[in-house]
């Protein structure tokens, strides 16, 4: 089973408009983040936005929200008010502890790629 | 520089060769990752270095993969034998290591693109 998922191969969304990236996750572990990166055509990885599992609040970072529902493994990114230069493909991620191994690697989606329409 | 910085941006080399991809990571993070990226798909997880910890391999897809990283600073990628499959783009990411700062985002650099003829 896939640890991410990130149903929407691709997006379109008008300029102005708010858009919600899906993502829904799959551990057994208790503590864990999730981070959601932007990736323009220029390749380089942007941090977004952090959710830790024990975070009550929702994340938000400026126009960047994060709608998580723990009960239900989704972690949804939220993007208000499109602008053109959020056209890019966007990745969640998953932070688990590795017992033992003391590493914090992410586990990528295969993304969503989303095209802002002027 | 203030970020990750990787070399070479670009690589073209012929299938059966060695090629050596470098990674120097922001200065003061212990922790560095490198990733892989086959074309339209999301990053896979190669190996993780940590302060002067083994390194965590998990992630390496067979032995013409290896890694090293010396003096906790600067790291180097080795794939010896390369095959076609092994055309990605390979990323390196740097982050302040240990579990109280696993909340903190890593970091990435450009990556360097591979091409295998």
């Known amino acids: 089973a896939q640890k991410i998922t990130q149903t929407q191969p691709g997006m379109f969304v008008q300029e102005k408009e708010a858009v919600t990236l899906d993502c829904t996750y799959d551990?057994?572990?208790?503590?864990?983040?999730l981070f959601w990166y932007k990736q323009p055509s220029s390749g380089e990885m942007i941090f977004l936005i952090y959710?830790?599992?024990?975070?009550?609040q929702n994340a938000t970072e400026g126009r960047y929200s994060l709608n998580f529902q723990k009960a239900r493994k989704s972690a949804n990114l939220v993007i208000s008010a499109s602008q053109l230069g959020d056209s890019a493909m966007y990745f969640c991620a998953m932070r688990e502890p590795r017992k033992g191994a003391g590493s914090y690697q992410l586990t990528f989606g295969k993304g969503t790629k989303l095209s802002v329409i002027p | 520089g203030a970020g990750v910085s990787q070399s070479p941006s670009n690589k073209v080399t012929e299938k059966g060769k060695d090629v050596e991809l470098r990674c120097d990571p922001i200065s003061g993070h212990t922790a560095l990752y490198w990733y892989r990226q086959s074309l339209g798909q999301g990053l896979e997880f190669l190996i993780y270095f940590q302060g002067n910890s083994a390194p965590d391999k998990s992630g390496l897809p067979s032995d013409r993969f290896s890694a090293e990283r010396t003096g906790g600073s600067v790291s180097t990628l080795t794939i010896q034998r390369t095959q076609q499959e092994d055309s990605a783009v390979y990323l390196c990411?740097?982050?302040?290591?240990?579990?109280?700062?696993?909340?903190?985002?890593?970091?990435f650099g450009d990556g360097t693109r591979l091409s295998i003829l």
């Open positions: 959710q830790g599992s024990y975070d009550e």
């Open positions: 551990t057994s572990d208790q503590s864990y983040g």
């Open positions: 990411a740097s982050s302040r290591g240990g579990w109280e700062f696993s909340n903190q985002p890593q970091h």
